[in-house]
């Protein structure tokens, strides 16, 4: 690959954008919020962390949380399975005008072909044709506005206090075919609190144009993109430990309680008492209104 960011010929026939189907993608985004009510306490956003990126057309009425203006490169850690969950979580309800795409491994992909059909491509870790199809295939996404590209940067599960994040260098080549895009990085974190299931917790960093990292030379954007992921998810761990549900908002409330027979137990102890049953454990002021 060139320094202008061009892709070998024989990859410029990866187009992901054409298998996406947008009826596909409003359902699994459906499908992904029920599963994740089911075993997740919430999903929720610190409130320092939202998207700052501009609108991308002139609304009618303004909406609660901002879309972009152009294409979106949204780079994250990779602490969990739930992150590609999260990714159709996010891009469903905080990026409604832009269409998600994202890379999967390809042989997992073989075994769950429908995946194409809501913006998945496959890719081959560590071979050198992956990284040529990651790139043609970021190309094609990347050539319109109204898209966005959600990549596990670490390319690897990894815990959330690792330190260097050890991004893989493929994210410091997308500047060059993309350098209208902005690139935001997204902290992620799960811990439990006083709920049976766990909190999914995001934030997003500064946006970074892709005019300014494609000026510097890859190994220069590489460490400034680390920096900026590290540094979020550094300032969202602040805020982790809190166990504040206040300083984020709830995007996404599961199901509290413990259920079963201790719920029961719980549940009558309320009603023979005069109260009213609450099924958490703790008062939750980050709920949705």
């Given at each position: ?195 049976r299931g766990a909190e999914a917790l995001v934030a997003f960093g500064p946006p970074i144009p892709g005019t300014a990292l494609a000026a510097l030379e890859r190994k220069a954007r590489l460490g400034k993109l680390e920096t900026a992921l590290s540094q979020t ?57």
């Open positions: 690959m060139t320094r202008t960011g061009a892709i070998p010929r024989h990859a410029t026939g990866v187009h992901p954008t054409a298998r996406r189907s947008p009826a596909l993608v409003r359902f699994f985004g459906h499908w992904f919020a029920h599963y994740f009510v089911r075993h997740m306490n919430a999903l929720r956003i610190a409130r320092w962390g939202e998207p700052a990126v501009p609108p991308l057309v002139p609304p009618l009425v303004p909406p609660l949380v901002p879309t972009g203006a152009g294409p979106l490169v949204v780079y994250s850690n990779h602490p969990s399975w739930w992150d590609a969950a999260v990714y159709v979580l996010l891009s469903c309800r905080m990026f409604p005008a832009h269409a998600g795409f994202g890379p999967m491994d390809a042989a997992m992909l073989r075994k769950y072909p429908f995946f194409e059909r809501i913006g998945v491509f496959g890719v081959e870790p560590g071979a050198p044709s992956g990284g040529v199809r990651f790139l043609a295939a970021a190309q094609d996404i990347l050539a319109a506005p109204d898209r966005i590209l959600w990549v596990a940067a670490q390319g690897r599960f990894a815990d959330v206090r690792d330190r260097p994040l050890g991004l893989r260098p493929g994210i410091a080549h997308l500047p060059g075919i993309a350098p209208d895009a902005l690139f935001l990085p997204l902290a992620i974190e799960y811990g439990f609190w006083t709920e998810m550094d300032r969202l761990a602040v805020d982790a430990r809190t166990r504040d549900p206040d300083r984020f908002r709830t995007i996404l409330a599961g199901r509290r309680g413990v259920g079963g027979v201790y719920d029961v137990w719980r549940r009558v102890n309320a009603a023979l008492s005069g109260r009213r049953f609450e099924p958490g454990h703790a008062p939750d002021a980050g709920l949705p209104p």
